[in-house]
């Protein structure tokens, strides 16, 4: 089992629609969690890391259910711009160190 | 600029010859942080460092690849003999010890060809 997995897709929706995506994680020691964006050959850009309390950002919105070990981003009102890849980040504590792994993304089309 | 640079932004080099890349962190960064990513493929850790020292490394870091950052701050990426394989996106990024939870910041990164 992938230590980070997420639904490839891609996504294809309409504009103004919402569209949520979901990400589980293996290790139950993993401490913290993020959403990056990645656009076509660019690099990753942080767009939310993921509380327990749940947070949301605009149009965003992020979970996290540390039982079920899986995090979850909301995206309301879709917009063109927000086509992309969605990267699930775990940050996981290795011996004295910190990693982060990575998810494969999942890619969203979003369609005038 | 603030932000993470890297140089260069494109490499295309034949197969066999050695290749190095440069990153310079964010400047009250202590930690750096080099992944490399193929295409429909999240990153993937390679190394990293703490001020100067490479504290680990992948075991996808083959003896030709060695990084360093002799002074704590810039870093670099050196692949030796390059095979057709290392053909990919090197992102580096760095962040500070103190700060898990904000994540990290990426370089724009150097896209490698090998021919």
């Known amino acids: 089992r992938k230590e980070v997995e997420q639904d490839p897709g891609p996504f294809n929706v309409p504009e103004g629609a919402t569209v949520a995506f979901n990400c589980t994680y293996s290790n139950s020691a993993s401490q913290s969690f993020f959403w990056y964006r990645q656009d076509c050959r660019k690099e990753p850009k942080l767009l939310m890391s993921?509380?327990?309390?749940?947070n949301e950002d605009g149009r965003f919105t992020a979970q996290l259910n540390r039982a079920s070990q899986y995090i979850s981003l909301l995206i309301r009102d879709s917009k063109l711009s927000d086509s992309a890849t969605y990267l699930c980040v775990v940050n996981m504590r290795a011996g004295n160190n910190r990693k982060l792994i990575w998810g494969l993304g999942t890619s969203l089309a979003v369609n005038p | 600029d603030t932000g993470v640079s890297q140089d260069p932004r494109h490499k295309i080099t034949k197969r066999g010859q050695n290749v190095t890349f440069r990153c310079d962190p964010i400047?009250?960064?202590?930690?750096l942080y080099w992944y490399r990513q193929t295409l429909g493929q999240g990153p993937e850790f390679l190394t990293y460092f703490q001020n100067e020292a490479q504290l680990e490394k992948s075991r996808l870091l083959s003896d030709r690849f060695s990084a360093e950052r002799p002074k704590g701050s810039f870093s670099t990426l050196e692949i030796q003999r390059t095979e057709q394989g290392d053909s990919a996106m090197y992102l580096c990024a760095s962040s500070t010890e103190d700060r898990p939870l904000y994540g990290y910041t990426f370089g724009s990164g150097t896209r490698l060809t090998v021919v």
């Open positions: 993921v509380y327990s309390s749940g």
């Open positions: 400047s009250e960064h202590n930690r």
